[in-house]
């Protein structure tokens, strides 16, 4: 599903406006990304937590050359799933 898809289905799902989901949509992405560059959690109950990770420096080795490189730290996003969707999920059917 790409970002038109999403944004038709919760039209048909709110009732409300394409203008107005496109709006909601961008509101609520802006204001977690303000949240997450100010190193804030943000938990949506029954959904999942979003939060900012700092990834230490570390070293590694190219296989082909075996030359040494240092990669610097970095911070990564994060996703902690709620543990309602976790249940929700168990029910899906499993691909091995």
Do not use: C, W
């Not at 599903?1 to 509101?27: P, R, W, Y």
């Not at 937590?49 to 082909?64: C, I, Q, T, Y």
């Amino acid at each position: 599903m790409n970002n038109k898809e999403f944004q038709n289905a919760l039209t048909v799902k709110t009732g409300l406006k394409a203008s107005e989901v496109d709006n909601l949509l961008h509101a609520t992405l802006e204001t977690l990304l303000e949240q997450i560059k100010a190193e804030k959690t943000v938990s949506m109950q029954g959904f999942g937590s979003f939060e900012l990770r700092r990834k230490a420096e570390r070293e590694m080795v190219n296989p082909m050359t075996k030359v040494r490189t240092v990669v610097p730290a970095k911070f990564v996003l994060a996703f902690q799933t709620s543990s309602v969707y976790k249940e929700k999920l168990k029910d899906l059917p499993r691909y091995e």
